[in-house]
């Protein structure tokens, strides 16, 4: 299926751009009337990999407070990548389509009583499975989703967007999060036309989050020939102290009817006062797809560090191997990444 197929497969690019032009307008309207500034972010990435791959992308944000205790929060994204060969180099929160896109883009409204909250969000967001916000899988260092997180690997995506409501309703230690909503994926992978649920209760304990998330939704449009539904289940916990954080995530569940994938990753970012500018980063990753002489089982490992240049300007370097799969060939590389961070 090439780009045009896909794109009649969902909503016209045109209008999806008129929608976000409506939202950017009607979100920042109620902010003049009550004279309130809402708060503007730029980010400018570029980045190098010796796999060879190349990218460049550039994120515009806009957020803060409406009216009646709502918030707002509009982005937009471009960004594009040069590679001789399909890779997931650079791939870790937005698409590489060469296209101005409308990404998240919600209105949202939390009420506090006593030890309890309730929340809506309506719009736009990102599917709220697993570790799944833009600060939970961008910018954090590592210049690769993880496997589990690319559209490729019969898994998940980073780039799963939702147009639907998303509730939140428990306490401040105990939440329970659960979606509805039609898929409007930006990537070749973009999903098919249904309805998704996905529900995802978190708990604190300590310096402990742990979560459990359940998904039913599309397999991609690309894939003619998947049959039935994408089905995951999933676990993922946190851990931070003195500098320390140990996150990771598991699922298990099918891509689409008789396969099944299951796998995780697990990584580390360490920064104590001696490090001064450096952030350490380490990851493990393991992910099994198995769809009879179809199957793949690749794994990937990453060390690294993100340095904190300037008050604008972040770097990200990373060592890469993935070992020689069965169906997938092996790679080792270096892989540089800057980003100019704007605020207002």
Not at 252 to 269: C, E, L, N
Request: glycine share 10%; net charge positive; aromatic share 10%.
């Amino acid at each position: 299926m090439d780009r045009r197929e896909l794109e009649k497969s969902g909503s016209p690019v045109a209008v999806r751009t008129a929608a976000a032009l409506l939202f950017f307008a009607v979100a920042l309207a109620p902010v003049r009337s009550y004279g309130q500034t809402p708060t503007t972010e730029l980010d400018v990435t570029v980045g190098n990999s010796t796999e060879p791959a190349r990218a460049a992308a550039v994120q515009l944000r806009v957020f803060g407070n409406a009216i009646a205790g709502w918030q707002y929060y509009a982005e937009a994204s471009w960004a594009q990548q040069w590679a001789p060969r399909e890779s997931d180099a650079f791939g870790s929160g937005y698409p590489y389509d060469k296209r101005v896109r409308p990404a998240e883009m919600y209105v949202e409204r939390t009420l506090l009583k006593g030890r309890y909250l309730a929340g809506v969000r309506a719009g736009q967001f990102r599917t709220p499975f697993g570790l799944y916000s833009r600060s939970d899988q961008t910018y954090n260092g590592f210049t690769r989703a993880p496997l589990i997180r690319y559209g490729s690997y019969w898994a998940l995506s980073s780039n799963f967007l939702e147009d639907g409501v998303s509730v939140v309703v428990g306490t401040p230690r105990l939440v329970v999060e659960a979606s509805a909503g039609i898929p409007q994926d930006h990537d070749q992978y973009r999903r098919r036309t249904g309805i998704d649920s996905t529900i995802r209760v978190q708990a604190a304990v300590g310096d402990i989050v742990v979560a459990a998330s359940h998904i039913h939704t599309q397999p991609p449009a690309i894939r003619r020939f998947a049959a039935g539904s994408a089905v995951f289940t999933g676990i993922d916990a946190r851990w931070m102290r003195g500098g320390v954080q140990l996150r990771g995530e598991w699922i298990d569940g099918q891509a689409f009817g008789g396969t099944r994938t299951f796998g995780g990753y697990v990584d580390a970012s360490v920064h104590r006062p001696a490090m001064g500018p450096v952030t350490a980063i380490l990851r493990a990753e393991r992910l099994d797809y198995e769809a009879g002489r179809f199957s793949s089982y690749p794994r990937r490992y990453v060390a690294g560090a993100r340095v904190r240049l300037s008050s604008v300007a972040v770097t990200q370097i990373n060592l890469v191997h993935q070992p020689t799969d069965v169906r997938l060939g092996g790679l080792s590389a270096v892989e540089f990444g800057l980003t100019i961070s704007l605020r207002r």
